[in-house]
């Protein structure tokens, strides 16, 4: 048993490690402000690390689900409004290899690796399909050689951004969720229109709209998938997606707890009793514990994803037990670092309204208790 990265690995953790502090850092409070970060998003592309896992062929750093999650908590750890960009892009790209043809990959990947195209964009949520994913009424009908795609989508993570944009439509509502076909969607294909900007608690900094979709015509070649498989996609994406959500709530907990402890060290050499205070100690172990016991349960379902094997359950866990010790750290935090933590801009604040969406998004704590749950009863 490996405790530790490979070289390759840390190597892809430090190029992330150092893109966090010269790019993402400085930036964290005019992001926070509301300002999408598109410098930071070209830094990340020259860095290779909006495709971590994707070959250099495509202008990716070729590594794997390790140093993706140990990438995207180190940049999390410095602003994570960015990150949660960045994870969605390299999740599409993610899916492109794993399910585009030969077209496809060369038609988007470098210019998603490269940051030409600003973000990828995942459409799955609808108004009246958010936890029943599987009940999205966006519709893809046959015109010929092409598909009418009809509907709209809600929670549109870089919808407004991306160059590409990954909808899961209905193309036999007869047939549940085997009645699901993925497709690549461009922005600039006529009847593709953006709405309402969501005015969000916490990363205020990444964008998030809905979409909507009037007799757009695609070609056959904007499928992505099978038809039918469009389900198995979105799932597939989300396995990955949860182990880099884990470790996005994570580098913002373990961001906390430096802030918390710096804060508390610089008070104790003025106020020896509040620095020292073994409570404050005590809830300072506590934070780190929750978040290292988390770590391994992001690793290992990271691992999983490395060998090949199905780690559906495995992600589902890391999940909420990174996205719950990531919001128990931040919560602490806030409470021990008192009114220096209150002030909005403080590292500890954002990082306290940026962390609570990580329970909810790409699968809230309840649906991810519903899979784990599921896989016991199959286990049985
Ligand atoms: N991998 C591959 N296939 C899977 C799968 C997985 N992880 N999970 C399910 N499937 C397959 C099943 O095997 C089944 O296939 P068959 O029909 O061939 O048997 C099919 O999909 C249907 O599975 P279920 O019966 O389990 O489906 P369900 O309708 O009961 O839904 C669910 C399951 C887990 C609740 C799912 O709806 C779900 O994950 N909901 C949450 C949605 C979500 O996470 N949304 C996030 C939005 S994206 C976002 O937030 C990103 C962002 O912007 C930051």
Redesign the pocket.
Known sequence: MQFRLNQEDSEIAAIARQAAADHLAPRALVTDSGVFPRESIAALGAAGLLGIKIDREFGGLGGSTLAYVAAIAELAGACASTT?TVA?TNMVADMLVRFGTEHQKRRHLVNLTSGRYLAGS?A??ESGA?????SLTTRADRHGDHWMLNGSKL???SGDVAGVILVMAKTDPTKG??GITAFLVEPTMPGFAVGRHEEKLGLRGSSTVSLSFQDVMLPDTARLGALGQG??VA??A??G?RCGIGAQALGMGYAALRETSSILAARAQVDKAQGTDQLAQFRLADMALRLDAAWLLVQKAAWLRDQGRKM?KEAAMAKVAATEAANFACQLAMQLAGAQAFDDSSVIARNWRDVRVSRI???TSE?QR??IA?SLAMAV
């Open positions: 949660v969605v995942f799955l949520s958010g936890s029943d994913a599987g929670w549109i993570t969720t085997r389900f198995e799932m597939t989300l396995d997606g559906t998004y790409e699968g649906i519903l899979v599921r």
